[in-house]
């Protein structure tokens, strides 16, 4: 739980101020800061995703799928 409050935290501040700024801009550049946002996002969130399956399993996230699956 410390470890996803923490990285939470330490993405949403920067993000929410560039956010900001993206939804304050008139220039011709705003759709594009908003999806590299997006981009950004969600490749923050899989690797948080991922580092938490490494804590929780204690183990390649990837093995365990495998080794899960019927």
Do not use: Q
Not at 13 to 34: D, G, H
């Amino acid at each position: 739980m410390i470890f996803s409050f923490l990285v939470n935290w330490a993405i949403t501040i920067p993000l929410v101020l560039v956010l900001f700024i993206a939804l304050i801009n008139p220039l011709w550049f705003r759709t594009s800061l908003l999806n590299c946002i997006i981009t950004v996002t969600e490749k923050l969130t899989e690797w948080r995703n991922y580092k938490a399956y490494w804590i929780y399993l204690g183990m390649d996230p990837m093995v365990w799928h495998t080794l899960t699956e019927p």
